[in-house]
């Protein structure tokens, strides 16, 4: 059986052992026929957000799990909630922050969102690597942050 959406960490994700898990799972996708693949693989927010990530390049993934799945998930791994590092209340915090900052001009469309982007294209033959990837990204983003400052008239 094909699992039709996978969910991995995002090639932008802080932690290296985060990063090393996408490439090898990405490796092992590419080897797979197209017939086999998944039709969706999603690189999300894990350690780090995608905030900075241009609005057209974003994915947004509404979490319409009961309120308690997440706690409840995490509880699982309980390196992940004991010793003061609260997890669980940080990524729902974070997941209902992209719920209400994902526009100021139209009420929230989901009461939490995880952000992720595409890495489907990643699959395909000729596909950047993950460097590649991410660097497209931060130009990207570096040009709508210069130009909107150079449209406020400013240096």
Same mark, same amino acid.
């Given at each position: 059986?094909? #699992?039709? +959406?996978?969910?991995?960490?995002?090639?932008?994700?802080?932690?290296?052992?985060?990063?090393? +898990?996408?490439?090898?799972? !990405?490796?092992?996708?590419?080897?797979?026929?197209?017939?086999?693949?998944?039709?969706? &693989?999603?690189?999300?927010?894990?350690?780090?957000?995608?905030?900075?990530? *241009?609005?057209?390049?974003? &994915?947004?993934?509404?979490?319409?799990?009961?309120?308690?799945?997440? *706690?409840?998930?995490?509880?699982?791994?309980?390196?992940?909630?004991?010793?003061?590092?609260?997890?669980? !209340?940080?990524?729902?915090?974070?997941?209902?922050?992209? @719920?209400?900052?994902?526009?100021?001009?139209? *009420?929230?469309? @989901? #009461?939490?969102?995880?952000?992720? !982007?595409?890495?489907? #294209?990643?699959?395909?033959?000729?596909?950047?690597?993950?460097?590649?990837?991410?660097?497209?990204?931060?130009?990207?983003?570096?040009?709508?942050?210069?130009?909107?400052?150079?449209?406020?008239?400013? @240096?």
């Amino acid at each position: 059986m094909v #699992p039709e +959406v996978v969910y991995l960490h995002n090639p932008a994700d802080r932690h290296e052992t985060h990063l090393a +898990v996408l490439s090898a799972s !990405l490796a092992a996708l590419r080897q797979l026929p197209a017939t086999s693949r998944p039709k969706e &693989v999603y690189g999300c927010e894990v350690w780090g957000d995608l905030d900075w990530v *241009p609005s057209s390049k974003i &994915v947004r993934l509404p979490c319409t799990a009961p309120e308690d799945f997440g *706690p409840s998930l995490l509880r699982c791994f309980r390196s992940q909630v004991e010793g003061g590092k609260r997890y669980d !209340l940080a990524s729902a915090g974070r997941r209902r922050a992209q @719920a209400t900052f994902a526009d100021a001009y139209t *009420p929230d469309q @989901a #009461p939490e969102v995880v952000l992720a !982007l595409d890495l489907l #294209p990643l699959l395909e033959s000729g596909a950047p690597s993950l460097a590649q990837f991410v660097s497209s990204l931060i130009n990207e983003f570096r040009q709508q942050a210069t130009d909107r400052i150079k449209r406020i008239g400013s @240096a």
